[in-house]
């Protein structure tokens, strides 16, 4: 039953990536938004919310009912500190791979025609913000208002990144490059003197070419609602096979869950990269990466323990793993400006060596049952 379970969730996750692409791009569009901001904030936000669910069930769903579960706090800081490591590893070398496998047939290049200053800019925001994150678990014991200050300072430094990418003014997505939106398939056509303008005043012949505000956001909302239901039931089945198998429940959060709960991300670039949108899709997973390190981790911060010890070695390690994965896939952009589908599959090496070391090592193979 669990497996039929997991078909029937990727299932749904593939159909919302699908609608969500698709949608997203129109929302943009309609907005006069950069790439760069609905590729990393608007798909960054929307697809990260599968996996932010977890922390805020583990962590604030027993806070706010007054009870303390330090079982589910680690699980909790677990799946905190699994999502900018998955995204770090695991996510660039499928879009690497998928960007490889596209290129086979002459369909693209190898060449990642992203952004390189929308990605330096996101990979700076997610450096910052990482740190200061994880050197808050060396801070000593009893520094309470110093935590809230820290947590304060996530919330101004996305704030910040969010309008910076909103001030872009490049990059901004011309209808003719967009696919029809998927909801005006159900659509019948309307006669031409009822047809709206396009954004930019051109006047469209046919109701695909200017989808209506709402129908796109209606789209985007029922893409959002298939993505996080098929992750949930995923992250459901997955618990009830680990169950069986007898995981601990710290490494389902940090090295399990997140495989299912990024797919929303992992799916979405494989689908841009596949139309050459390659800002879009790298841009869905460096956003998701400055989102989880800004905003999830507050709750780690000030309700959780939050410090660097044996329970949670495990956990703060997966960190460095996701620091040297980044510096290793983009250290070369940054010092030649240009990124190849090659560099992206250095987060397969890292994520292998992690998880192997999570499960060999005595302090991985403590946790195992």
């Known amino acids: 039953m669990d497996l039929v379970l997991l078909v029937v969730a990727l299932a749904l996750i593939l159909l919302g990536a699908e609608l969500f692409t698709n949608g997203i791009e129109w929302f943009g569009h309609r907005l006069n938004l950069a790439e760069g901001a609905v590729g990393s904030v608007l798909a960054g936000i929307a697809t990260a919310l599968p996996e932010t669910l977890i922390p805020v069930i583990a962590i604030l769903v027993p806070v706010l009912a007054g009870h303390h579960a330090p079982a589910s706090a680690e699980i909790g800081v677990g799946a905190i500190l699994g999502a900018p490591f998955m995204l770090a590893t695991l996510a660039m070398f499928v879009t690497g791979s998928a960007i490889l496998l596209f290129s086979r047939g002459g369909r693209r290049s190898v060449q990642v025609s992203a952004n390189p200053r929308v990605l330096a800019r996101d990979l700076a925001f997610f450096a910052i913000a990482y740190l200061v994150v994880i050197g808050t678990a060396f801070l000593p014991a009893g520094l309470g208002l110093l935590r809230w200050l820290v ?122 990269v596949r139309a050459g949108k390659d800002t879009l899709a790298m841009g869905n997973i460096t956003g998701a990466m400055v989102f989880q390190s800004c905003l999830p981790t507050i709750l780690g911060i000030l309700f959780t323990e939050w410090t660097f010890g044996p329970q949670s070695a495990l956990a703060f390690a997966s960190a460095g793993a996701a620091f040297v994965s980044i510096a290793l896939i983009f250290g070369p952009m940054l010092r030649r400006g240009r990124l190849t589908a090659w560099s992206l599959l250095w987060g397969a090496p890292i994520y292998v060596t992690y998880v192997a070391a999570a499960l060999l090592l005595p302090v991985g193979a403590n946790a195992v049952h």
């Open 151 to 272: 947590a304060g300072g996530l919330l101004v430094t996305y704030a910040a990144y969010v309008r910076a990418h909103f001030g872009d003014e490049s990059g901004t997505t011309d209808a003719a490059t967009l696919n029809r939106l998927h909801a005006t398939r159900l659509q019948p056509r309307r006669p031409a003197d009822e047809i709206e303008l396009l954004p930019h005043g051109h006047a469209a012949s046919d109701p695909a070419a200017a989808p209506r505000l709402r129908v796109i956001v209606v789209q985007v909302l029922l893409a959002l609602g298939l993505i996080v239901l098929g992750a949930q039931v995923f992250v459901g089945a997955v618990e009830d096979l680990a169950g069986v198998i007898g995981l601990d429940p710290r490494i389902l959060a940090l090295i399990i869950a997140p495989i299912a709960t990024e797919l929303p991300e992992q799916s979405n670039s494989v689908l841009w």
